[in-house]
């Protein structure tokens, strides 16, 4: 997939996930999502964030945050949350066309606008269809990889087998489900390993 294709992907997906979000009751805004401790607002914020940095600004974040990707990304959290869900909604639209990002490969800019609209979508019960190439790329990626979320270190040693398209990645215990869903076991969404079977789910429930 070309670069520009992925960033067409990014953009369409973020105004999907925003078009989904419009109406929210507010405390459907503080549900717990699957990401951490981030509430849906926070998540959505912390996308913002990152649809807003630049290299140079993400250097210089870092460094005023003692070189703690912890405190950088929640200091980007505060920075876009505004006074209201509405603002965090409109603050969040206002980047939908950005093509900006902190360093590193696109690859992981998609996987972030998947894996994070997922860790708000699922608390909220919102269904939604993602491209299946876009979904191959981010699976793709993330099996090779151990950049903050540590996806390779996690599927170690287990087979992956899609149930819903031709994929799988890997040798040892199968487990197999939804391409989606292994997506999400994969970077860490335990909620996940619900949606799959097989003998190596002991080993990733094991896992953190």
Sequence with gaps: MAVKDQWTLIHAERDALAGDLVGLDPGQWQNPSLCGQWTVREVL???????????AKFVATFLGS??????????????????????????????GASRTSPPGPIDSWVGETIVHAEDIRRPLVIAHTYAP?????????????????????????????????????GSGPQVSGPLLSLVMAMTGRKVALDDLEGPGLEVLHSRD
């Design 45 to 55: 914020a912390h996308m913002t964030s990152t649809a807003a940095m630049t290299p």
């Design 66 to 95: 003692g070189f703690n990707f912890k405190s950088l990304t929640s200091k980007g959290v505060r920075s876009e949350l505004g006074d209201s869900p509405a603002e965090t909604l409109e603050r969040f639209k206002a980047q």
């Design 133 to 169: 190439a876009a979904v191959r790329l981010v699976a793709d990626f993330y099996v090779g990889s151990n950049l903050l979320i540590g996806a390779k270190n996690r599927i170690a040693g287990v087979a992956l087998r899609a149930t819903d398209t031709d994929w799988s990645h």
